[in-house]
């Protein structure tokens, strides 16, 4: 994660200032609040703000006068409760907003979840730093032979080492031409008065998919819900799975009982068809189901398969 010193001291100036509020509060919260957690190698998440904690969610659900909370395992059981129903507006009355730095190929996937808001650090205006992503050797893996949008075994040996170089050398050299197309004087780099410079809004179309960018986003707590599920599922990409894996310890300070009741419903738990039900139903009953005799594809019939043994 490469945080200047000025970020850092900005990051706990802020931490520094206190608000008094009539407003929920969540201390675990509060406590993580502003600082950056990394994530790969440059990449960081870190709340910025939130609204409601699962005081809310039940409030919403009892339509309240007041804070519309009864005791601690009451409660806990009507957020389980509208979790299970897939009962989800009690749920939107909550708000997060994070600050996210990550990679431009994660951002691609990460963007596809409409129902945010989201403000990215401009290209046009602004110049890219010079951060690349570049995989942990375990993370260099090849084409999964059996599954087209997954990995397989890691790279070794020699083949590792020259995509690991040509990785950092693509990225580098980009990011060169990207400077010198520019021709704006910096830290590192300087003007040459003989050059126009092409606008900042072109050079970057040169620039590597490994790159950096940053966003603020800002989603209700069911459509986050909704991201981690996706986006924390062994199916991910892992690029984008460590990012969710960090903002789930996020929801897990922030919102406890709704955190349980999605590790229990949703996270931890599978669809089944009617056919695999039936499947099961029958082995229940001390039937030897064999996939021939079950309804289910052969694809099917190994993921029922996986799911019984997992
Ligand atoms: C493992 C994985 C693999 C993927 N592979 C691909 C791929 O190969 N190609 C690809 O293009 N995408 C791919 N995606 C992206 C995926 O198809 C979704 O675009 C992404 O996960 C966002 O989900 P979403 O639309 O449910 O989320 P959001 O956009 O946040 O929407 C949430 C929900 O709101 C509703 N909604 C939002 N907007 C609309 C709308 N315009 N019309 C109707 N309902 C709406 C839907 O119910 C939706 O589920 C992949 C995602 C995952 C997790």
Not at 25 to 31: I, K, N, S, Y
Not at 214 to 226: A, E, R, S
Not at 242 to 259: G, S
Not at 261 to 266: E, I, K, Q, S
Request: glycine share 6%; hydrophobic share 40%; charged share 25%.
């Amino acid at each position: 994660m490469s945080l200047t010193d000025e970020q850092l001291a900005e990051i706990e100036a802020q931490r520094a200032a206190t608000t008094e509020t009539r407003r929920a509060t969540v201390p675990a919260l509060e406590d993580m609040l502003y600082r950056a957690v990394p994530v790969l190698d440059h990449g960081f998440v870190r709340v910025i703000d939130y609204m409601g904690d699962d005081g809310a969610v039940v409030q919403a659900a009892r339509v309240s006068y007041g804070r519309g909370t009864r005791k601690v395992s009451e409660d806990a059981g009507l957020i389980r409760y509208l979790m299970r129903h897939r009962h989800s507006t009690p749920f939107e009355m909550c708000e997060i907003k994070f600050h996210v730095k990550l990679p431009i190929f994660v951002a691609r996937q990460w963007i596809r979840h409409r129902t945010a808001n989201v403000n990215e650090y401009s290209a046009r205006y602004s110049i890219m730093d010079r951060e690349f992503y570049i995989p942990a050797p375990e993370q260099l893996a090849a084409q999964s032979a059996s599954n087209r949008q997954g990995r397989g075994d890691v790279l070794a040996g020699e083949e590792a080492a020259e995509v690991m170089e040509l990785l950092r050398n693509d990225a580098a050299r980009n990011y060169e031409h990207y400077v010198w197309m520019l021709n704006e004087e910096g830290p590192d780099t300087a003007h040459d008065p003989g050059r126009d410079g092409l606008a900042r809004e072109l050079a970057r179309m040169n620039l590597t998919l490994n790159c950096y960018t940053q966003w603020y986003w800002k989603t209700d707590l069911h459509n986050l819900l909704h991201f981690l599920s996706l986006r924390a599922d062994p199916h991910a990409q892992y690029e984008i799975r460590v990012y969710a894996e960090a903002m789930i310890d996020m929801l897990r300070a922030w919102v406890p009982a709704t955190y349980q009741a999605f590790v229990d419903y949703r996270l931890g738990a599978v669809t089944l068809s009617a056919q695999m039900l039936a499947v099961v139903k029958r082995r229940l009953a001390g039937e030897d189901v064999t996939q021939a005799g079950s309804g289910l594809s052969k694809r099917e019939w190994s993921e029922l398969e996986a799911v019984l043994a997992g």
